[in-house]
């Protein structure tokens, strides 16, 4: 068994990629582990699957500083505070800067819900189903300057349906980001990859079983993201083994709690949609019966 790599997680909201990664950690065999977890929003629900997971956690707000070059050198100083070997960006809506980029590069992962290079930025469903496309997909990818322009180490395919709204295809895409996110993590603890501005090289590696327990229902919630994140890099240093602690997660985390949390947040949100759209209504009934 090699020595775990250690991560830092960044999210920025509901956090079901994170929660895959904290799953696939919690697994004897798994060579990473999360040394922490950062979120730039204060009340991220990932925040709560971290502390439940048993995790350090850590909110760097970016509204409570008055530029980004400060928000930033409060999140290098918090990583730095850790020994970190690779940055997983997971649904982190902050755009970072080329100067942090550059401390991290080859060390750095991004997941971004299409087949990059097709259709990076926002609203990624919604272009896809109007451009008619046959298939979609994620990529993980290493952060470079660019929006979503880093080279790819992992993309994995789903088909696009007749049915589809932008909800159902997130969710049949979410589901394989899952998968593809602690594989690629797992490749890069493993010593598989090579970094390289341009493109990646990759040994051969025995294929990546997930957890069982990890029901992908109960990780998907509902809360949309809002944006999708860039970074970038310089020459690769590190992504063979580094020092760190080898301590696993045991303290699984409580799925049940989760799926509760996810499922009340779902209510939540349906409700307040369907009371806004009810004054609507009121409110146009209100003004025609006034004319
Ligand atoms: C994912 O769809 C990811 O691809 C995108 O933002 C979303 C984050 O979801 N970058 P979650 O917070 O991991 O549930």
Redesign the pocket.
Known sequence: MVKPINLAIL?????????SIIDACAEKQFPARIELVISNEPDAF?IERAKTAGIKTEIIHHKSYPSRREFEEALSKSLENHTIDLIC????MRVLTPDFVSKWEGRML????SLLPAYPGLHTHERVLAAGEKESG?TIHFVTPGLDEGPTLIQKRVPVVGNDTPDTL?AR??EQ?HIAYPEAIRLIALGKVTYGKEQVEILPAAPYTPPQKSDPAA???T?A?KI??KSQPKPAESLKETSMSHHHTDNAPDQSAIKEADAIWGYFTKAAAITVVGVAVILLLMAATLL
């Open positions: 999210i920025s909201g509901r956090g079901s990629n994170l929660q990932g960006l997971a649904g982190f991004n997941i971004h819900p994620c997130a895409i979410l980001e990780i998907v919630p809360i993201p999708e994140t």
